[in-house]
């Protein structure tokens, strides 16, 4: 006779100095997400060693219990001797864990008698690949002189088992191979196991702790490791604050959910602020310190009415949309879940266009030099024709883009287009550039190889090309942003600091960046005829800019008369309507032919 338990243990009992005894949760309906083959394991290590009870205990938070005694039942607490195998990577043996200082005070228990527990030891378990996991532990009520070499063996050959049976649970998709967790499907069984207990309300909490362009990029840059040891951190935190009975799924990369108990013992504000501010606390991952930016929503649920809806997706739009909120969390809204849920539809059509690729264009818009009218550049802008919506806008795909981490994609997709464009047009002899914009997503060490693969495969020297930045992305960088566009300068290519005005930098501090030009936004521009003041704006930054060593480009020039205000000022070349309306790539040579001799300020192309 055995028992089989799995409980949740409590994170913050995680502490190595900590000997107070942790109280743990009862079993509820995650007992059924058991390690497969744990049963057999135990059972084959516990008459080998003779030993009365077997654990697999996870450094994740997950416990599992074996006895040989049919009345004992599993520990009331997790005791810090299980806690602290769980972290060692190295097996140990306590021969009477009576006479050891640290637990002498605090025996661990079996059950309700003071059946205490006096020898000890344990193997720590690994998956196939090596990750240390946690450790199988025997526990026997007499004290022994110890462990002999074929018993070691044994137990090592046990926690082998184990381990591969962790692996297996992983594999059968019911725990995250990663935190441990109980996945998505353990959630809808969690729930519709209230429904059959009678319950008629649940409130489920949804956690999402980091926008998934920001994981992806966390991703990129420190490896998957780091990217695991910090999902392990936040499951913890979230374990140590959430209420007793509650057991925690993985349900996304880096999303959370949870039913929480019954309505007789509500959350208050100040328990959901609180999960908010463990969240917001920095984590230092693998010696990396992080702050991530977490979102909670809460939804409140008939759970007699489960078909048909999807309580999860709906938890988890409150809690996309809590990401950014001040107070980090948010009742789940019907409004808020619609928008969501448009933006939903657009980026799956905007990830199928990137890949079919029929749907996008570009359009390029020309920029010309005040000193002699002649076009230097143009600056390659994306557009996208859907077949039902028609033509959505880049103020509302682009930030889209950024959110649901398909920028690198597009700034892929336009680069190759553009600069293959460019190519064209220099080998029929137009000597002009291009310009292209570059989001913060784009922003690593791999920029650089991107635009030197991109400049030979079509044979375009970088000097041609000039990346554009908005102030926004320039200043939210630092040392690493500095190297990146140093390597860009170095490659020849320029850099433009786009929409300039728009943040709240100063030039200064921008001079510290390698940028060659300036873009002064159009906003102060479009209504610098009619506003004096729009004017000074424009007319000093463009002579700080230019005595710093910028050139400066004006963008947003409408008509003639902003044009010639523009041509008074330090600056070298402007962009906007009365030039050109950004052109299609097919009638940018006639264009060019026309503006041949020289743009001077006519009646715009
Ligand atoms: P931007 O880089 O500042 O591009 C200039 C925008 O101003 C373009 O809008 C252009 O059509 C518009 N424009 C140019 N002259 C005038 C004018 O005289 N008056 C007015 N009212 N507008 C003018 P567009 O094409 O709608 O693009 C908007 C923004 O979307 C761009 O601003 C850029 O930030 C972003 N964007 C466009 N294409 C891309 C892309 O391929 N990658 C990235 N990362 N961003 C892009
Ligand atoms: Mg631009
Ligand atoms: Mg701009």
Redesign the pocket.
Known sequence: MHTTVEHELEAASLDEDSVSVTSVCPASAADEYAVPGFDAVAHLAAASLDVAMVSLVLDSGGAYWYSRDPDSRRPHALHPLYLEAARRGAGQVLPDIAADARYRDTPPLTGPLPAALRFFACEPVFTLNGRHVGALCVMDHAPRAGLDEAGREALRNAARLAGAGVVLGGYLGRTDPVTQLPHRSAFFEDLRARHKNGAQQARLIAIEVAPVERFNAFVRAMGFPYADELMRAVAARVQTWMPLDTHLYQVGATRFAAVLPEADRPLDDCQLDDLVSRLRAPFDCLDIPLTLQPGVGLLDLDVRRLDGTDPLRQVMSASHAAQRHPRGWALYERSQDERHRQEFFLVTELAAALTERTELY??Y?PRVRLSDGHCVAM?????WRHPTLGEV???QF?PL??RAGL?RA??GW?LDRGVAQLAAWRREGYDIGLS????NA?FDADLVTRLQAVSSRHGVDPRALEL?F?ESTLLAHNDATSRHLAAVRELGAGIAI??FGTGYSNLASLRQMPATCL?I??SF??AMDASPHDAAIVRSTAALAHDLGFRVVV????NRRIYDIVHRMACDEV????VS??LPAAAVPAWLDRAADGYHGGSGG
């Open positions: 570009l359009q818009q600056e390659a802008l994306a557009r806008a880049p103020g682009v883009a950024e920028m597009l700034t336009v292209i914009n570059i989001s784009d554009e908005t786009d929409d873009k936004d159009q521009v479009r963008e947003g020039v409408e962009q906007g309507f009365h309306r950004p």
